[in-house]
């Protein structure tokens, strides 16, 4: 007889350079998405400056939370849970978001749902795939994190490979900062790339031996700083739009081919890429293109999504709070949260 409520959840994420408050309405839904975003404030920096970011988190919060219920045209007493992000990412950042929803939750009376960054990232694919459900393969690749996952169901992952040292965004943000486009990165070297030649340099691309899904970054960044000094000493100009296109190309071929490694061995049906990096143009193609003539069905976030974001927290905490989780008023930050771990 009752008509099935909509489930509201109010999202908050703070635990790099953005802070970012949502409303999301039955885990697909987005009703809005605020984000706040420090960037211009780290360029000076050249990178985000930990301090400053949870400073700037403190100011911005409140105001990001009520344009967030104010764009959904909601109030606190339609929500039906808070969801935050405690981990992974930087600890005075990361305290700011879960103080707050911890205070929000509290004198709301509302539940509390910690959510994992990275489980929240592979949920911004479920915004405008509504047909996409688990199981199903991801590449997440953001500033911090270069995972395959397994997603098994919501909330259930299995983490096959994942970055030995730089995260393929941060490879992206040192190569930029090298060559003088300064910070952030990815989206520099993404748009420079296009005036240049991806065959020009023959930067390395490493692989594992005994790894086949494990990534390493470092060997093609110390090429790119090699490449560059070696040009200065001769006193020869370098292209800059060469160097970028080259780099940007082998760090998508690696991403590419382990992604289809594990493609053929696990016999995956459905591939879904998250993260900043997602949004990169070239890695976007040749993921689709690898994918189309595999038979599987590729799907990735609009920009907005890939970045982060609060609407991603929403749908990922929507799905714990329906599989009954909640956090206690002792929830705190965890800066190296492991993926699967709660
Ligand atoms: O997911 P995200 O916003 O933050 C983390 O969780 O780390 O990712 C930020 C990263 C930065 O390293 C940025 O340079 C990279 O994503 N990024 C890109 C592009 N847009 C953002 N990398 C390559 N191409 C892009 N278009
Ligand atoms: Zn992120």
């Not at 960037?39 to 403190?58: D, M």
């Not at 030995?164 to 990815?186: N, Q, S, W």
């Amino acid at each position: 007889m009752s008509e099935k409520k909509d489930v509201l959840i109010l999202a908050i994420e703070s635990s790099c350079d953005e802070t970012a408050a949502a409303v999301v309405k039955n885990g697909r839904e987005v009703l809005s998405n605020i984000i706040s975003s420090q960037i211009a404030l780290h360029t000076l920096y050249g990178g985000v400056v930990p301090e400053i970011a949870s400073r700037k988190h403190i100011e911005k919060i409140n105001q990001v939370i009520e344009a967030a219920l104010e764009d959904a045209k909601v109030t606190l007493d339609d929500i039906d849970a808070i969801g935050v992000t405690y981990g992974p990412g930087l600890v005075g950042a990361l305290l700011v978001g879960v103080a707050e929803a911890k205070a929000i939750a509290y004198a709301a009376k509302k539940p509390l749902v910690g959510v994992h960054h990275i489980e929240g990232h592979i949920a911004a694919n479920f915004i405008e795939h509504k047909e996409l459900e688990p199981p199903f393969f991801s590449l997440v690749v953001s500033g911090g994190h270069t995972h395959l996952v397994r997603v098994k169901d919501y909330g259930k992952f299995d983490i096959i490979g994942r970055t030995r040292d730089d995260a393929a965004g941060e490879a992206f943000d040192k190569v930029a900062r090298a060559i003088g486009l300064g910070y952030p990165g990815g989206p520099k070297i993404d748009k420079v790339s296009k005036e240049g030649n991806p065959n020009a340099i023959p930067f390395p691309r490493a692989h594992i031996e005994d790894a086949p899904y494990d990534f390493s970054f470092s060997g093609v960044k110390s090429a790119v700083l090699n490449y560059i000094n070696g040009c200065k000493m001769k006193d020869e100009e370098f292209k800059q739009a060469d160097i970028a296109a080259s780099f940007q190309k082998a760090v998508t071929d690696v991403l590419v081919a382990n992604a289809m490694h594990a493609v053929e061995e696990y016999q995956v049906d459905k591939f879904a890429i998250a993260g900043g990096v997602a949004s990169n143009s070239a890695l976007r193609a040749a993921m689709k293109e690898a994918c189309e003539t595999r038979g599987v069905r590729f799907y990735y976030p609009s920009p907005i999504y890939c970045t982060d974001n609060a609407a991603m927290i929403g749908v990922a905490a929507y799905y714990e709070y329906m599989n009954g989780a909640r956090s206690g008023w002792d929830l705190n930050a965890v800066p190296n949260l492991k993926l699967g771990e709660r």
